[in-house]
């Protein structure tokens, strides 16, 4: 019996991505994982590099059986490193904490020293700071870089459509979707879909309680066909896993809780 599982949000939690893989997905049994996006800056318990770096070795090893989407996040990370304009509506400056994880505190140590030496004020020195982590980067983790930049913006298969952030639906033509997306939908779309669809659509990007409208809530949920992954792993400090039997169709929820792992039933609302 395989199953897929579907985590999105990650930011820098190598460690409960890799809890999460350990425990319950079986290579050797056909199980597939799909990554959809954003798993870059997170907060002081978080590594992106070491992220970037684990997913990127799962997917050489079972190139089939794991998927990698791009997020948001990532595009801000490919933007700044390429020194171009982003490709979505908004643009952020990243952060030192996430460029000290791909060069060490030691080499970004050395940057600020050096960028110091030159400049006076903060902004130059900032500009500096940035100038020499896009080079290091660029040319430390070449392959890393060069595999993120050719990640997809969504999957589909015979049932579902997987994407960070959703998917342009017309009325009547949902058929259409492909043709109507844009990079700044399947990476920011906001506000979330909801509906029937003829696949169903699992997606991150947004904070469940966003979409259930109770301030607690932080579990998968559903509306209509469209199933969202819950964003909040700097808030809540676990991830939540979408579980889905590729035999009887059945979806489910895993969370890892005060060391235990729990499964739930994927609540449904309407809007």
Known sequence: MAYIYAISDIHGRYDLLKNVV?????FENGDQLILV????????????YLTLQYIYQLQVAYPQQVIVLQGNHEEWLLSFLEDRETYLDTQIDMSISTLESFTGEDEMTSIYQRASAYHQDRFSIIEDMYHQCR????????SVMNWLKHLPYYYENDHQIFVHAGIEV???????????STVNTYL????????QFYKKVIAGHIGTHQVSG???FHQICCLGDFI??????ITTQFLNVLQYDCQTCRY?????KNQQWQTYDIAHFNK
């Open 22 to 26: 350990d425990e319950w997905v079986r």
């Open 37 to 48: 996006g954003d798993y870059i800056d997170g907060d002081r318990h978080g590594n992106s």
């Open 135 to 142: 080079e290091l980067i660029c040319q430390k983790h070449a």
């Open 170 to 180: 017309i009325d009547y033509q949902p058929e259409l979707w492909k043709q109507v």
């Open 188 to 195: 920011m779309k906001y506000p979330a879909s909801q509906g």
């Open 214 to 216: 109770q301030s607690d």
């Open 228 to 233: 969202y992954l819950d964003s909040s792993v």
């Open 252 to 256: 489910q929820g895993l969370i890892k």
